[in-house]
């Protein structure tokens, strides 16, 4: 079993709601002091950093997808959970999970997920 | 458009030194360390290299970082075909407050 498993609909329609969830089995998210990270790959794109939370419900957001992205974590599950609303061909994506260790210095991912791809189509 | 540019491509033959560069700001590596992830193609990214040159356990000792001033290099040392991936700088942006990727390299062994 993988440390982190994404899962989630591979297919959502144009401006419906991208929703993703991210099974933690490395650690029990309560007791880690760690950040929790999303980030996608477009097809034959680079890497982009959508978000990282916290436990406490520390989060941080890539700015350009703020205003559309809820990341959200579940202790009773273990998971964190993407949501990114009003989705577009744009969003079509491989979208991973990661340990985020070091928030906002000496930040580095650690342990990754496989990925999921969704593609958003009508 | 990612804060952090790297070349497209690198190649070399077995055994030479490969060297990518990624080149930033005052805001990023210009001040706070950088990480370099290995990615082969339909895989997930693999931590490969933090705070510029520290090597998590089983990465080998021909990968090496440094960073001076805005930029970071990552040289691969004794190339090896199975170095043939795409390789990507990304560190911490003080300025938007958050994690950037670099443009990634794809590294080619002829």
């Known amino acids: 079993q993988p440390q982190l498993q994404e899962s989630g609909p591979g297919l959502v329609k144009p401006s419906e709601t991208l929703s993703l969830t991210c099974s933690v089995s490395i650690t029990a998210i309560i007791r880690s002091s760690n950040h929790w990270a999303w980030i996608r790959q477009a097809p034959g794109k680079g890497l982009e950093w959508i978000g990282s939370?916290?436990?406490?419900?520390?989060?941080y957001h890539n700015a350009s997808l703020r205003s559309r992205v809820t990341i959200s974590v579940d202790t009773s599950k273990n998971q964190i959970s993407l949501r990114l609303n009003s989705v577009s061909a744009a969003d079509t994506a491989v979208y991973y999970c990661a340990r985020h260790i070091g928030v906002g210095g000496k930040d580095y991912m650690d342990v990754w997920g496989r990925g999921t791809t969704v593609t958003v189509s009508s | 458009q990612s804060v952090l540019t790297q070349p497209p491509s690198a190649s070399g033959t077995p055994g030479q030194r490969v060297t990518i560069s990624c080149s930033g700001s005052?805001?990023?590596?210009?001040?706070?360390?950088v990480t370099w992830y290995q990615q082969f193609p339909g895989t997930a990214p693999k931590l490969l290299m933090h705070?510029?040159?520290e090597r998590p356990s089983g990465v080998p000792d021909r990968f090496s970082g440094s960073r001076s001033g805005t930029s970071a290099s990552l040289a691969i040392s004794g190339l090896q075909s199975e170095d043939e991936a795409f390789y990507y700088c990304?560190?911490?942006?003080?300025?938007?407050?958050?994690?950037?990727f670099g443009t990634g390299t794809r590294v080619t062994v002829l």
């Open positions: 939370i916290h436990h406490s419900g520390s989060t």
């Open positions: 705070a510029d040159n």
């Open positions: 005052s805001s990023n590596i210009g001040n706070l360390p």
């Open positions: 990304a560190s911490w942006d003080d300025s938007l407050n958050g994690y950037v």
